[in-house]
């Protein structure tokens, strides 16, 4: 039962790392099932995009790995926020001058860790219980 990996990276999202990173806290750690409840009961902008991040980095386990995947067993191995590019811009102000600002955007990298489902396995091969059968008779 190996454990598969795979990640999921969303760029440029209109929210500050320092207000995303404190929802990415909130289900660090979590089972991906878990961390989907909590983000869609969570009343802040940056849950939106960190969810959609979870849920992309486990449609990509699940579709990407090649190996069949227990979706119960899915959980967040790692969840990062970092700054991402920041647009400068200007606001109006009296006398006609103009003071600058800067709108910050966010990048969420997310990765997913699944378990690998275990295959039945029989005691004797479909070949040796035929034998079998034809013995008794």
Known sequence: ???IFAHA?????????????????L???RYVADAVVILENT???AARAVRKAIESAAANLLNNSGVSIDPKSIRIARINVTAGTRMRRYVPASRGRALPYEKISSNIFVEVA????????TDKPAAETAADKKEEK
Do not use: H, L, W, Y
């Open 114 to 121: 699944g378990e690998e489902k275990v295959k039945k396995t």
């Open 9 to 25: 990276v969303i760029k440029g999202v209109d929210s500050q790392p320092r207000k995303t990173n404190v929802v990415a806290s």
């Open 27 to 29: 289900v660090r750690d």
């Open 43 to 45: 009343p802040r902008r």
């Open 1 to 3: 039962m190996a454990t």
